[in-house]
């Protein structure tokens, strides 16, 4: 995202853009990847919700809230794209906030990866991480990504 310091985080936050909503997709490929042809569509608020209750130690992935948001409410799938937009808001919207914050350090990218649209990008997320006794590990030489070492011993389960 850009301008960040000029957004109110927390108003997108709370704009429910006209969500939950469903949408009958009939694009093949699309189908094959994700499934089936129900998508659903989550508010931002819901996002934050979901990312509150990961518990210090925890983490979660954008994929895992996904599945849970498709399970929970019938669809096949949750979109992709606006659940990592919606991602980033909660994330920005907690920085935003002086009380009432919400863990998004614990939300990770997808096989465990750190994100670097995070507020202060992959640094902060690193710290607190580390902080909570993850180990952070780097992968690559040129297109350099963090990732926390063994996610999936971690990884909180939404029921």
Do not use: C
């Not at 902060?124 to 926390?148: D, F, M, P, S, W």
């Amino acid at each position: 995202m850009a301008n960040e310091d000029k957004k109110d985080f927390n108003a997108m936050l709370h704009d429910n853009k006209d969500m939950p909503k469903f949408q009958t997709i009939t694009d093949q490929k699309s189908i094959e990847k994700y499934g089936g042809n129900k998508m659903f569509f989550a508010p931002p608020i819901d996002y934050d919700q979901v990312m509150k209750k990961i518990p210090y130690g925890k983490v979660i992935t954008v994929g895992k809230i996904r599945e849970y948001f498709a399970k929970l409410n019938g669809a096949d799938f949750t979109e992709p794209i606006t659940a990592g937009i919606f991602v980033s808001i909660v994330a920005w919207a907690s920085d935003q906030r002086s009380e009432n914050k919400t863990p998004y350090w614990r939300t990770l990218k997808a096989n465990g990866e750190l994100n670097a649209k995070y507020p202060e990008g992959i640094k902060v997320q690193k710290e607190k991480l580390e902080a909570e006794g993850h180990t952070i590990i780097q992968k690559g030489r040129k297109n350099i990504r963090y990732y926390v070492k063994d996610y999936e011993n971690s990884l909180f389960d939404l029921k």
